[in-house]
């Protein structure tokens, strides 16, 4: 039996209040999917569950001068096809279709799956690649932080006690010349991936790369920046250079160290890297110039 007391505030300020007042024996609960799983198996034992099921205001999706805002209450399936009405999440598009099934689609938040940090996320690895941003309110004010500083470990996160996330933040590109894409390895349809890579170029007039980000899912505590391979990539001709895409490859694949666990042994693991980063890399590049 799971004894705590429910909360259901109506405001964020309301919410902020509650979890100030409780601290670290409060927990936030939005969708559920997460957290009942946590809750069943005594990982977790809060005194309050908070729910922002009835807080107004995290639903939203809306396009601004900042880029595209995303409430941390929007859930999964409501996100399948936002590449075709804002064209810059276009990759997490891609992976929305590809996660969990129809049922848990329905009720997981994004904000709810952002929070959980859970290493093979490919949602957090494909929003660091899109270089996002999160929004934390708490009852002394407001604070952003960047995906990339946000998930800290596995299952962590920078989010102090009395933080409610509350939106995220997905900054604007020129689709003329920059895009971003996923890829990632199952082994059954539905499950996190063994690896994941998301990808990011932006180029010039002459097919040169202006700038790039690539990172790898599930081969650490955390999304991985291959920072060698961005390097490698930068200021050089990458259009039609297979070479280029090639070394990034094998640059990320060699800075991974993942550990080997049921799904794969750790060789597979930096063997898949290699390949998904040179996937990802492609399709970026197609979708820059296409």
């Known amino acids: 039996m799971i004894d705590c007391q429910y909360l259901e505030p109506t405001t964020v300020s309301e919410a902020c209040t509650l979890l100030a007042e409780h601290g670290d024996d409060a927990k936030v609960v939005a969708g559920g999917q997460s957290m009942a799983i946590l809750l069943r198996n005594g990982l977790i034992q809060p005194s309050h569950l908070i729910s922002i099921q009835h807080v107004s205001g995290l639903e939203d999706i809306v396009a ?32 929305i279709n590809e996660l969990a099934d129809q049922q848990i689609r329905n009720f997981a938040t994004l904000g709810g799956a952002i929070c959980e940090a859970h290493p093979a996320s490919d949602i957090t690895v494909v929003l660091s690649t899109l270089n996002a941003s999160v929004k934390l309110a708490s009852a002394g004010g407001e604070r952003v932080v960047s995906m990339c500083d946000f998930v800290t470990g596995a299952f962590a996160t920078a989010a102090q006690s ?24 199952v082994l059954r349809a539905g499950d996190y991936p063994v690896v994941g890579v998301g990808a990011f170029v932006s180029l010039d007039g002459s097919g040169g790369c202006q700038d790039a980000r ?47 666990d049921p799904m794969a042994p750790s060789e597979y693991k930096i063997d898949l890297v290699n390949v998904l980063t040179r996937e990802a890399l492609a399709e970026a590049v197609a979708r820059a110039t296409g």
């Open 64 to 95: 601004s001068d900042e880029g595209v805002k995303i409430g941390a209450k929007v859930t999964l399936d409501r996100l399948i096809g936002i590449g075709e009405t804002h064209p810059t999440l276009r990759a997490l598009d891609d992976v």
């Open 162 to 185: 009395d933080e409610l996330l509350t939106e995220v933040v997905v900054p604007s590109f020129d689709l003329g010349s920059a895009a971003a894409a996923h890829r990632r390895f």
């Open 214 to 260: 690539i990172v790898v899912g599930n081969c650490s505590s955390a999304p991985a920046h291959a920072q060698e391979a961005e390097t490698r990539l930068k200021g050089h001709s990458i259009v039609g250079n297979n070479g280029a895409i090639a070394e990034a490859g094998e640059l990320a694949a060699s800075h991974v160290a993942p550990s080997s």
